[in-house]
Structure formats: structure tokens, C-alpha cells
């Protein structure tokens, strides 16, 4: 016999390549009720485990995965996870903990800064791991359609962290809509109280130290070399083009959701952006975007109108005055139809008709539940590793898609201008768009 390691994932696969060899032996004779078998559960590596990382590591172990190795290039903001879970091995660069632990990992999880999504995550799928990465799925187009491709291209389960996609708010409002409640949707509002971070800003000038616990090298990853300063990290990244996506991409990626899925919105024809000062490198303060839908099957012609910076639309007329408005400080949604109105918070939940009696009607006698209700976010996306049906939010037939009708948006706040787009492919027709706004340039060692 060969004196070679036989990796945990190539047993597995020899297993079922053999799998009438032998017969398997019941879990519940091996280890009594609610044993799990070592080779049921999955060995997942987190890339990014503080912030929300902190909760998604939490999150996959709750579901019922071992977390066998955990990567922060933030000492500090790791340090939490890093006990919770000590016995899981410890890394600053996902690239070491992907290439040192490939024959023991199953899945990877990527929390991480936005400029960050598509370099971990695939890295992870071409190593043949799955991967859940938080929403949204990545900072440009260029880097969604990658992962988008390479998920399909290495048959990987794929789950973003739109985690209203998996909650029961979101099938309610389908199931409502689809039995007619508003009648055909017409006009669908949504706001937020983002930005809560810094915006509308210039790059500072001040030199800075980076802290002892940061390394600002691994936390820059594919973006252009900078000095650290702390208007970028912790946290305040979120404004800066470079790292993030302003506020449509953190909250559109949740309240859009249900639209998108429930309606089947694809891309827009057109989209027309106003905000406040536009600053080269950070979102504006305040914006409005207004994406308008061409007519797809049945569903008519619609406009979808974001507001950011707590730039609120006017209360609806005949909403009861008890109701506060606005609705809901994250995000909130308003679908208006031809036969009346309703809102929810921008994970579907807290849904009601804006008509007092109507919304009584359907609390009382709501429509049948026509969508299987999600075992959540985690849980499904390790069903889907084992075997299972795709997660609802997977890479290619519905996050990627989604997020690419949210960047578009950014793309005519950025350009001072409307864009005219074409519905089938999602390129814009009427101007040229810079190509790093498309696909950024990537530092040497980084690249996709």
C-alpha cells in the first residue's frame, strides 16, 4: 500500500463511488437519536468573523456545521469568534487557510469587506468549496458575473446572505400578491435610514498608524494600495467606491428582494439617479434612483423608486394615523397597485394593507400558503451542500441576477446621468461607462 494521506474529502468520495460494496450501517444504530455521523456534518472555514461575520459564523454552527477554521485580518474584531470557537484553526490570509486546509475544508463563508466577496469566494469555488457570502454579492458587475459563472462551472452550492430571501415575510407578501390583493402592482417605493456610516466625503489627507491588531495590507486585498486611515476601517468602508456600495448596496439587496423575485423584474430599460453633492470616491449623503421596468409576461410596465439618507416618499394617503411613518428605520417598502396598497419592513415582515378594513379581512382569513416556508438562511445552504435542492438566493438563478439590477443603479449615480439599459443583458446603450467601473483593477495577487 501507498504510504499517501487519503484526504477526508477524497474518502468520501471513494465511499460513494463504492457504494454497493457494502451496506451502510443506520445512524441511529451507531450513535443512538439524533447522533450526526462525522461524515454528515460539514467542515466550514469563515473568512471574515467579525461584524457580521460574527453572527454567520454563529449562524452556520447553529445549523449544524463544525467550524474547523476561522480567518480575520482584524485581530479585534475576531477575537470574540476566535474564543467561541477555539479549537478551529486561526488565519489572517484566507489565501494560506484556503491553500494549507483544502483537503479538510467542505464549505467557506465570506463576511467580509465588499471588495473582498469575489476574491474569497472565488478562490473557495474553484478549490470545489461551497460558499455562502453576505450580500451584497460582490462590488462590481465584472465580479458578479464571475461568481455567477464559476458557481455553475464547478457545481458548487452557492447561498448570499440576503436573509430576508429565506424568511417567511417574504413568501407572505408573494402569496399575498399573487391572490390579487393590490390587484397589478403599478409603482413600488422604497427608503432607509442609511447611510449611518460617513459619505459624501473626501479621501483624508492626515497620515495615520495603522492599529497593531490590523492588517491593513490583507485588509486592502484587491483594492489600490492607500495609507490607513480611519474613515476607512472599522466599519466606515461602506461609502468609500473602493470597498463598498453605499447604501443601495447594503439595504437594496434585502428590500428589493421580494420584487425581484415575486415579479421576475430582471433588468431595467432605464434609470435616472439625484443626490446630494457627488463626491469622486464616496457616495452622496442623500440619493434617489428610479429604476423603470419594461412589461415581461404578464406583469405590466413599472417603476421601482429607491431613497436613501432618510429621504422618506409622502405618507400614504389613508394610512391609519397609530401607524408611524416612516414605516421602518433599516428599510421599508410600499407596493402601489390598481387595486389598492401595502407595506413591509425591507425583509418582507410587519406586512399590511394600507386600507384598515381590507388589512383586518386579510388577517383574519389570509391567503393559502402557496411557498415552502425556509428552515433559514444557514440551514438551507448546508442542505444544499449535502445534496439537497438549491438554496433560494444561489449565486446564479437568483443573487447574482439581483445584484447586478442593484449596481446598475449605482452606476447612474456615479455617471450624473440617465441610463438607458438593455433588459436582456443588463449593458448600458446610451453612454460609455468607464471600464473600472465595470471591472475593477486588481492588485497583483488578487486577481479573480
Known sequence: MSDRKVSRREFVGDVAAAGMAFTIVPRHVLGGRGFTAPSDTLNV????????????????????????????????AAEDNFN???????????????DREARNIDAVTVSTPDHVHAAAAMMAMKGGKHVFCQKPL??????????????TRYKVATQMGNQGHAGEGTRILREWYEAGVIGQVKEIHYWTNRPIWPQGIERPLEAFNPPPYLDWNLWLGPAADRPYAPAYAPFRWRGWWDFGVGALGDIA???????????????????????????????PKVSRIT???????????????WRDGELAPPRPVGLPPE???????????????????????????GLRHLDPRRHAEL??????????????????????????EPAGSNFAGHAGPLTQMVLLGNLALRMRQALDIDPSTGDVTNVPVPEEWIKPKFRSGWSL
Open 45 to 76: 472555514a469563515c473568512v471574515g468573523v467579525g461584524g457580521k461575520g460574527h453572527s454567520d459564523v454563529r449562524g452556520v454552527a447553529e445549523a449544524g456545521a463544525n467550524i474547523y477554521a476561522q480567518c480575520d485580518v482584524d485581530l479585534n
Open 84 to 98: 467561541a470557537f477555539s479549537k478551529a484553526k486561526k488565519y489572517r490570509d484566507f489565501r494560506e487557510m484556503l
Open 138 to 151: 460582490a462590488h462590481s458587475l465584472f465580479e458578479v458575473r464571475s461568481m455567477m459563472q464559476a458557481a
Open 253 to 283: 439587496p434585502h428590500a428589493m428582494d421580494a420584487a425581484f423575485w415575486t415579479l421576475d423584474l430582471g433588468f431595467p430599460a432605464h434609470i435616472e439617479a439625484e443626490s446630494t453633492r457627488v463626491y469622486p470616491e464616496t457616495a
Open 291 to 305: 429604476y423603470d421596468f419594461p412589461a415581461k409576461g404578464d406583469r405590466p410596465a413599472l417603476r421601482v423608486i
Open 323 to 349: 401607524i408611524e411613518w416612516p414605516y421602518h428605520d433599516v428599510g421599508n417598502q410600499v407596493w402601489y397597485g390598481t387595486d389598492g396598497a401595502f407595506m413591509a419592513d425591507a425583509y418582507g415582515d
Open 363 to 388: 388577517t383574519a382569513s389570509p391567503p393559502a400558503p402557496k411557498y415552502a416556508r425556509s428552515p433559514g438562511v444557514y440551514a438551507e445552504w448546508l442542505r444544499a451542500c449535502k445534496g439537497g
